[in-house]
């Protein structure tokens, strides 16, 4: 978004729109900008979260280096609850789905649960309201 547009939607003018923005950035707040790729567009069609927990508790925290080869799998979260990590994928059909689950199983030892995502109704929103600290 240009300052002129992010100006307009803010009401601001557009040279206080970037010091506005430059201040977010020098603050941390604006932490980067990134290319979005759309999955979908390299036969990547169904997204799914994985819950993983290592059948060896003593090897957990190896875990996530064991996976990181696997291009699958976008993103890996440490979790509390029943699993260690939830992994979200992106890959392009049901069987390449089950493919990858048996590869996480035998690299890693560990036990899955599998979550499809059938409908994205957001994803990614920006945090404009956030709580100042």
Not at 8 to 13: I, K, W, Y
Not at 28 to 34: C, E, L, P, R, S
Not at 46 to 74: H, N, V, W
Not at 127 to 132: G, N, Q, S, T
């Amino acid at each position: 978004m240009s300052y002129t547009d992010i100006g307009r939607e803010t009401g601001l003018s557009t040279s206080a729109a970037q010091q506005r923005v430059r201040r977010l950035e020098q603050r941390g707040v604006i932490a980067g900008y990134h290319a979005s790729i759309d999955a979908e567009s390299l036969g990547r069609n169904l997204t799914a979260f994985i819950s993983i927990r290592p059948l060896d508790p003593e090897t957990d925290e190896a875990t996530p280096g064991k996976l990181e080869g696997m291009t699958e799998i976008t993103s890996c979260f440490s979790v509390a609850g029943d699993a260690s990590y939830l992994l979200e994928v992106q890959v392009g059909t049901p069987s390449e789905l089950d493919a990858l689950l048996t590869r996480i199983r035998t690299t890693a030892n560990v036990t899955t649960v599998t979550t499809v995502v059938l409908t994205t109704i957001f994803k990614d929103r920006p945090m404009l309201d956030a709580p100042r600290s």
